[in-house]
């Protein structure tokens, strides 16, 4: 299926059977019959036909014909088995083709006003040309879309965002209903707004399931952000020929907008009444969060190129302020969480009970993460705090199945799901753990939170219609009536900044239980696999290797190594190191990293977080000294702002060079004087940036100045294509000569 469904009469009955049709769809030349069992898998992006309201012409690098759309004889007077292998010149005139390859939008062909795009699809250039719609239509200029802009920007919430958005698109585009739709984490959709006709019912905060949606509709959704179908009733278009005959496969469509849809969403539509359609996608981060979905009830409706492209700027402007919603949302909730944070963990440093103790006596230990109980297991020793209803056994799977070495916070909330053996005998139903060992662990628990969801149709229809088999095809359903469903098994679902204060509690602890503890072996495993990461994080167009080398004669250090994203998409960039050895330099090393972490998320600046970590040190980490080294990366624009105090100068590399960065540097942290300066620089594809903490370089029997000359010398020669962990772990291995000292590398490469 190519779209979204939404209710529409008052009966629910299910999927249509029928006897399979005994032809190919015109609809979609290029492939064959589709029904509901095949929809997720439907090559929807080459149908091989187009819509009739323009034509389409497929041009190779010399501007010839080798694919057009069987109706170019209408505009062009040329048969499409003659269109093949003429120029673009000779089929609309030499000087408009010079226009159209020059990009331009409205013209004239012959005595006929049109409207003119064009993008690439693989090696072709596909122009479409479109008469201009004669719909009546509110005039554009630049006073009304800056109004538009300026109205969106005062919505006070996402929601109010949204029913100004859908007013704002309907006035422009003349829909008899304007929906917008926002998805959740499992790809089901909500009605969150909507305008519509007076004589019409409203869909608002009606559901629809994930299925209704596949996965290549998405795709296409978010490369392609507008769909328009003019006439739900269209015949069909073939492009000629439907194979393209330099690739031997369909003409990939797209990003076109004249694009044939899938005769199942044309199903959905007409089994709704709908004659006309055209949604616009809202994107936050890169990621598809939304449609805005236009309905009309009244025969066909194409509105001008010039208003769908406004609504489609509008819907841009919309996704960018969504976007800024949500993240201002997030950091107002983060901060507050972190206010609770910091409370407990000045409680549990001050308290002279065991860190495990005071932490599950704390107050504010279940408000913390919004939960109704926890569970603590230390060693085989387990502390129940709140409502928890499950019997060790219970506890111990739950723990099992959420645990994850690459993450030290994970939750569900639907935990029946995840451990299936616990059946409906407990009213838990979300669960949070920290910890990295197996018997090692802190549960929070949420209980269920039963939902009533009203769809637009019964959800599960399709499956249950599958068992009817090969004999019949599944059609869309013809009743879309409101289908109220009570949900059960889940809670309420854990915020991504939940997981955020619930790991730095459990690395709080860490630290807590290391400067306590006498088992400094036990403990060191511990930090490292819990704070200094065996793996690296993955981001988007950028390669990231990391290595932690502990000193040969200690199992703990004041070595780490950070690196995430913030909320604004810039990725920080952390390599620091904390004087001595010991329990005492890990517990220091993690409350200076967890102090770096919140400070970043708070918005400072690079230099601004070093001062206000010296300033820390000075006051409660007295006689501790670190250094540390920050990069922050835009990785939009290939820059990245750094900071040092009294570290090691970052080394940037290109092929066969490498040279320190000239970076100002502020005494070490834990002096209390002081101020930090921070530098950009550009970062181009295929450079790389070394930070590394002294122990690399530093012996007492050689010369500083020469054993870094020579390290800077082995990264420009081995560096060139090769692989970047490989290449980290060849500076290590080389000048790991038994050096006493702790050393952590991080390299990070603009792909």
């Given at each position: ?338 206010t609770v944070l910091g409370r407990m963990a000045a409680r549990t440093a001050a308290s002279l009970e065991s860190p495990l103790v005071s932490v599950m006596e704390d107050p504010e230990l279940l408000s913390l993460v919004d939960a109704t109980g926890a569970v603590l297991s230390y060693d085989g020793v387990v502390t129940v705090r709140g409502n ?245 990366l835009d990785p939009r624009a290939g820059r990245v702002e750094l900071a040092s105090a009294g570290h090691p100068p970052p080394m940037l590399l290109t092929r066969g060079t490498a040279y320190d960065v000239d970076l100002p540097v502020r005494p070490l942290l834990g002096v209390g004087t002081g101020a930090a300066e921070s530098v950009e620089l ?70």
């Open positions: 299926m190519d779209h979204i469904m939404a209710p529409q009469s008052s009966s629910s009955e299910g999927p249509v059977l029928s006897p399979p049709p005994t032809h190919t769809p015109a609809h979609t030349p290029a492939y064959g019959e589709v029904d509901l069992t095949t929809c997720d898998r439907e090559p929807i992006h080459i149908p091989g036909a187009i819509q009739p309201h323009g034509l389409l012409l497929a041009l190779d690098a010399e501007q010839r014909a080798v694919t057009v759309s069987t109706n170019v004889d209408g505009l062009l007077g040329v048969a499409p088995e003659d269109a093949i292998g003429r120029t673009l010149a000779e089929l609309v005139g030499a000087d408009l083709a010079i226009a159209i390859v020059d990009g331009v939008e409205t013209t004239t062909l012959g005595d006929v006003d049109v409207e003119v795009r064009q993008h690439r699809s693989g090696d072709r250039l596909v122009v479409e040309i479109e008469p201009v719609s004669t719909v009546d239509q509110v005039r554009l200029t630049y006073r009304s879309t800056r109004g538009a802009m300026a109205r969106l920007a005062q919505a006070s919430s996402v929601g109010d965002l949204a029913a100004r958005l859908a007013l704002e698109v309907r006035t422009l585009l003349g829909f008899d209903r304007v929906m917008v739709y926002r998805f959740d984490q499992d790809w089901n959709g909500e009605v969150i707004a909507e305008e519509k006709r007076d004589d019409l019912n409203s869909f608002l905060g009606l559901h629809y399931p994930a299925t209704d949606i596949p996965a290549q509709a998405r795709r296409l959704y978010s490369v392609n952000w507008t769909r328009l179908i003019a006439d739900v009733d269209y015949v069909p278009v073939p492009l000629h020929p439907v194979l393209d005959p330099g690739t031997g496969a369909p003409l990939d469509l797209s990003h076109a907008s004249l694009r044939s849809v899938s005769p199942i969403h044309l199903e959905y539509l007409s089994h709704m009444s709908v004659t006309a359609s055209m949604s616009i996608s809202l994107m936050v981060d890169g990621q598809l969060w939304g449609l805005v979905a236009c309905h009309h009830y009244s025969g066909a409706h194409r509105p001008s190129q010039d208003a769908r492209s406004a609504a489609e700027f509008l819907g841009q402007v919309a996704s960018q302020l969504a976007g800024d919603r949500e993240r201002a949302d997030k950091r107002e909730r983060t901060l507050a969480a972190q928890v209803d499950l019997a060790p056994d219970q506890l111990q799977a739950i723990a099992t199945a959420l645990r994850d070495p690459l993450s030290y916070a994970t939750s569900t909330d639907r935990v029946t799901e995840l451990v299936p053996g616990l059946g409906d005998a407990s009213s838990v139903a979300g669960v949070l753990r920290v910890g990295s060992d197996s018997d090692r662990w802190l549960l929070w628990f949420r209980p269920e939170q039963e939902r009533v969801v009203d769809w637009g149709g019964d959800p599960t229809n399709k499956e249950l219609a599958a068992a009817e088999g090969a004999h019949v095809r599944l059609s869309p359903r013809r009743s879309f009536d409101k289908w109220r469903q009570v949900v059960r098994g889940r809670s309420t679902p854990w915020a991504p900044w939940k997981l955020e204060v619930a790991d730095a509690l459990g690395k709080h602890l860490i630290g807590l239980l290391l400067a306590r503890s006498r088992d400094t072996i036990a403990m060191a495993e511990s930090i490292q696999r819990s704070v200094v990461s065996d793996e690296p994080p993955t981001f988007d167009g950028i390669e990231l290797a990391a290595r932690y080398q502990p000193a040969s004669t200690f199992k703990l250090g004041g070595d780490w190594w950070d690196s995430f994203a913030l909320a604004d998409g810039r990725i920080v960039f952390v390599v620091g190191d904390v004087a001595g050895h010991g329990v005492s330099a890990a517990s220091a090393m993690t409350q200076v990293r967890t102090a770096l972490r919140a400070y970043l998320f708070e918005g400072h600046s690079p230099a601004t977080c070093l001062d206000k970590l010296d300033l820390l040190m000075a006051g409660l980490l007295d006689e501790r000294v670190a250094t540390a080294v920050l990069a922050v550009d970062l181009p594809p295929g450079a790389a940036l070394l930070l590394y903490t002294d122990g690399l370089v530093e012996r007492r029997s050689a010369d500083l100045d020469e054993r870094t000359e020579r390290l800077r010398a082995l990264a420009a020669d081995t560096y060139a294509d090769s692989d970047l962990q490989a290449w980290v772990d060849r500076l290590i291995e080389v000048h790991d000569d038994g050096g006493g000292d702790d050393t952590t590398v991080l390299a990070l490469r603009m792909a």
